[in-house]
């Protein structure tokens, strides 16, 4: 099977809708947050962030990562789609469409 196939590759997605009413939550929120861009995520739009993954294991290394940093409160779903179905996104600014965003390169050394 060709290691750089569109169904092998994986994009994680993470969509959340934390409470941000006391302090503690918007630290919580933000927490929330900044471990997600730690882990390589990065953001899509206010709430949905997404990560590159070259095959659906290592896409679950990162679901797992995102699982263990739950906040205590709030909704959060986490989606895995191939490449593929990541390259049929459509994106509109108004009615204005827009590009797909760039995949980001990764060195492989095995």
Known sequence: ?????????????????????????????ADFRKRLIKDGFNMFQFSIYVRHCPSMENADVHINRVKKSLPEYGH?????????????????VGKKAESTPQISQQLELF
Do not use: C, H
């Not at 099977?1 to 919580?28: A, G, H, Q």
């Open 1 to 29: 099977m060709d290691r750089f196939s569109e169904y092998r590759i994986m994009w994680v997605l993470v969509f959340f809708d934390l409470p941000t009413e006391t302090k503690k939550d918007r630290k919580n929120a």
């Open 76 to 92: 959060v779903g986490i989606m895995s789609i191939t490449d593929r179905q990541f390259g049929n996104i459509e994106l509109f």
